[in-house]
C-alpha cells in the first residue's frame, strides 16, 4: 500500500496518532488530514482540567505545526466533510471541494448530546467538547459566583472541581442514583460524591432538570427540576455524555450501531473505508461491539491502523482499555472494563477490583498510580487472573504483577538496562 | 529561554530552547522530538514520557514524587537511577542547558 493516498476525517487525538504511525510504519504515500475545527489539533482532556485553570491554548497542541511540515501531511483545518462517493472514492467537502481517496479513515469523534430538557439547546447554556466551548465557558466563569451542572458524569464532575475551586459556588444536578455511573463502581461513585460535598460542590442525585432559561443580559440563568423547585445560577452547563458522529458513514451506506461498526482490523463493510475513535465500534473482548470514549482507545486504534493499512492486516486489534479523570486533588484512573464486572471487591478506600467470572476484569484507584499500573499488566497478561490468585495475594495488585513477573522471568531484555 | 538537551539512543542531541513553566515533555512534543510520547498530556497517568536524566544534573532536578516511582516501574523501559517522568520535571532558568537521555522505548 506503499503509494496510496490516505485521507482522514476529523483532526483529533485518533486522526493526529495515526499520521504520525503511518509515517513511522513507513508510508510514503501521500496523506491527507481534514479537520472542521480551526488550527492545529490539540488534546481534549485538559478542557476539563488545567485549561480551566490557566486557558493557555498554546500548550493543549497535539503536535507543532513543523511536525506536520516536516511528515509531509497535508492538514486542512476548519474544513468539514459531508459527503462519501464510495464508487467513486471520492469526499466533498462543505465548500464543494472533492478529495479524492485510496483509502479513507473516519475519525470523526463525537459529539456532546442535547438532553431532552426544555431550553436545553438554548445558545447561552453552555456545553463542552472543543477548545472553543472551553473559551467560552472560561470568559463566563470569569463573571460567575453560581454555575450549576446538568449531568454527574466525568466531564461535569471535572468542571464542578474547576468551578467550586475557582470561587464559583457549583450545584451538579444527576438525574440517577449515583455518580458517574456509565463507568465506575457504586462505590467509586460514593467515594467521588463525599470528595465533591467535602470540596463544597453540592451534588443533588435523583435531581432531573425538566427546564433551561438563560435569558442573557444580566438576568440569571434558571434550572426547573422535573419536582417543579428552581436554581438560579450565572452559567449552565449541559454535560450529559455524547454520540458518535456516524453520518456520514451512515449516508454512504456503511453499518452503524452505536457508532461505526468495525471488524477487529478497525475496516469497515467497504475494504477502503476504516474508522477509529470515538466514533468507531470496535469488536471488544467480551464478543460484543464496544465504543470507548478515550485517549487510550484513540491512540491504540491508530497505531493498529497504521500497521495494517501499511503492513496487511494481522491480529486484531486487542488493548487493554485506560482512562483517567481528575476531580480536584483525587485522579481517578481505569483500568479495564469496569461496566462489564459482576462483583467488585474493595480493597482500602482507594481500590476497587472489579471481576467477571471469578477474573479480573478491572480495577479502579485514586491517586494510586503503582497499583493501576500493576493492573494494567495483569489485564494484558494472556493467562487471566482468578480471583483466587487475587485473594491468594491478599489483593495486592502490585505483589501479584511483581510475583507473575518474576516466574515469567524478565519480561524487558537485558540491553535495556546498560543503555543508554 | 532555558536549553534543554535531548539525547537520543543512538547518540544524537537535539537543542531547543524551552518555555520556563513547561514540563521537560511538553517541550519535546512543542518541538517535535522524537522519542517522547505524552501519551496522556502530562497527567501522569501513562509513563510514555521517561526520561534519564544525565548523572550531572540529577541532583539539580531533584527526585522523583512518589506516584512517579510507580509509573515509572511500569515503563516500558527499565527505569535507571536518574530516571524521570519528563512531565513531572518542570522548566525553570537554573535548568538551563539540562541534558536528558532518551529510552529505547516508551510504550
Ligand atoms: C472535556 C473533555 C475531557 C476529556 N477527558 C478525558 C480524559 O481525562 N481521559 C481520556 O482518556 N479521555 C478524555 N476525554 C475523551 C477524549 O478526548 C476522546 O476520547 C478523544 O478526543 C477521542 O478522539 P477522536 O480522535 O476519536 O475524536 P475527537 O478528538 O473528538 O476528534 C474528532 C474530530 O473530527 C471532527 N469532525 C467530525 N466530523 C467531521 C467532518 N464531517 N468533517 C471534518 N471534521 C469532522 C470533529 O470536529 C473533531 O475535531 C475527554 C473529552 C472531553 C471533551
Redesign the pocket.
Given at each position: 500500500m506503499q503509494n496510496q493516498r490516505i485521507v482522514i476525517?476529523?483532526?483529533?487525538?485518533?486522526?493526529v496518532q495515526l499520521v504520525a504511525s503511518l509515517r513511522q510504519e513507513g508510508h510514503a504515500g501521500e496523506i491527507l488530514l481534514?479537520?472542521?475545527?480551526p488550527g492545529l489539533p490539540y488534546q481534549?482532556?485538559p478542557?476539563?482540567?488545567g485549561f480551566m485553570k490557566d486557558g493557555d491554548a498554546d500548550r493543549l497542541a497535539l503536535r507543532p505545526a513543523s511536525f506536520y511540515e516536516k511528515n509531509a501531511i497535508t492538514r486542512l483545518d476548519g474544513?468539514?466533510?459531508?459527503a462519501v462517493d464510495r464508487a467513486e472514492r471520492v469526499l466533498t467537502t462543505a465548500d464543494g471541494e472533492r478529495i479524492g481517496y485510496d483509502q479513507l479513515v473516519l475519525?470523526?469523534?463525537?459529539r456532546n448530546v442535547r438532553p431532552p430538557i426544555e431550553g436545553a439547546d438554548h445558545a447561552s447554556v453552555v456545553e463542552?467538547?472543543?477548545l472553543a466551548h472551553a473559551e467560552d465557558i472560561r470568559k463566563r466563569l470569569a463573571r460567575a459566583r453560581r454555575a450549576i451542572v446538568v449531568g454527574g458524569g466525568?466531564?461535569g464532575l471535572?468542571f464542578a472541581a474547576m468551578a467550586e475551586a475557582a470561587g464559583v459556588a457549583t450545584v451538579v444536578l444527576e438525574a440517577g442514583a449515583r455518580l458517574m455511573a456509565r463507568a465506575v463502581s457504586p462505590a467509586i461513585s460514593e467515594r467521588f460524591l463525599s470528595l465533591h460535598r467535602a470540596a463544597g460542590t453540592t451534588i443533588r442525585l435523583d435531581a432531573a432538570a425538566a427546564r433551561i432559561e438563560a435569558p442573557g443580559g444580566g438576568a440569571p440563568d434558571r434550572v426547573t427540576l422535573a419536582d417543579g423547585e428552581v436554581l438560579e445560577g450565572d452559567v449552565v452547563l449541559v454535560a450529559t455524555g455524547v454520540r458518535p458522529?456516524v453520518e456520514?458513514a451512515q449516508a454512504a451506506g456503511l453499518a452503524v450501531d452505536n457508532g461505526i461498526v468495525v471488524d477487529g482490523q478497525l475496516a469497515t463493510a467497504d475494504p477502503a473505508i476504516s474508522a477509529?475513535?470515538?466514533?468507531a465500534s470496535v469488536p471488544g473482548p467480551l464478543g460484543t461491539h464496544m465504543r470507548l470514549?478515550?485517549?487510550?482507545?484513540?491512540t491504540d486504534q491508530a497505531r493498529h491502523l497504521a500497521r495494517r493499512l501499511q503492513h496487511g492486516a494481522s491480529e486484531a486489534f486487542e488493548a487493554v482499555p485506560w482512562?483517567?479523570?481528575?476531580q480536584g486533588d483525587a485522579k481517578l484512573q481505569i483500568a479495564g472494563l469496569t461496566t462489564a464486572a459482576d462483583a467488585w471487591q474493595p480493597v482500602g478506600e482507594d481500590v476497587v477490583i472489579g471481576l467477571r467470572s471469578g477474573r479480573l476484569i478491572s480495577v479502579e484507584t485514586i491517586n494510586q498510580p503503582g497499583p493501576h499500573m500493576a493492573a494494567r499488566k495483569l489485564l494484558a497478561a494472556a493467562e487471566p487472573v482468578s480471583a483466587a490468585e487475587l485473594a491468594a495475594a491478599d489483593w495486592d495488585l502490585r505483589a501479584l504483577a511483581k510475583e507473575r513477573q518474576g516466574a515469567a522471568g524478565p519480561a524487558r531484555p537485558e540491553a535495556a538496562r546498560t543503555a543508554p | 529561554m532555558t536549553k534543554i538537551v535531548y539525547v537520543a539512543t543512538d547518540g544524537s542531541r537535539t537543542e531547543v530552547e524551552a518555555r520556563d513553566g513547561d514540563s521537560v515533555m511538553r517541550t519535546a512534543l512543542a518541538n517535535d522530538v522524537e522519542g517522547i510520547v505524552g501519551e496522556c498530556g502530562g497527567?501522569m497517568m501513562c509513563a510514555t514520557c521517561h526520561v534519564i536524566v544525565d548523572e550531572a544534573w540529577a541532583e539539580k532536578v531533584g527526585p522523583r514524587s512518589d506516584g512517579e516511582e510507580d509509573l515509572l516501574d511500569g515503563a516500558a523501559t527499565e527505569p535507571r537511577p536518574t530516571s524521570r517522568l519528563s512531565c513531572q520535571i518542570t522548566v525553570r532558568p537554573e535548568l538551563d542547558g539540562l541534558v536528558v537521555h532518551l529510552p529505547e522505548a516508551q510504550m
Open positions: 476525517v476529523g483532526a483529533g487525538h485518533a486522526a481534514v479537520g472542521d475545527e481534549r482532556p478542557l476539563s482540567k474544513v468539514r466533510v459531508t475519525a470523526t469523534g463525537a463542552l467538547r472543543t466525568f466531564i471535572e458522529n456520514l477509529i475513535g470515538d466514533c470514549e478515550s485517549v487510550q482507545a484513540a482512562f483517567w479523570s481528575d | 497527567s
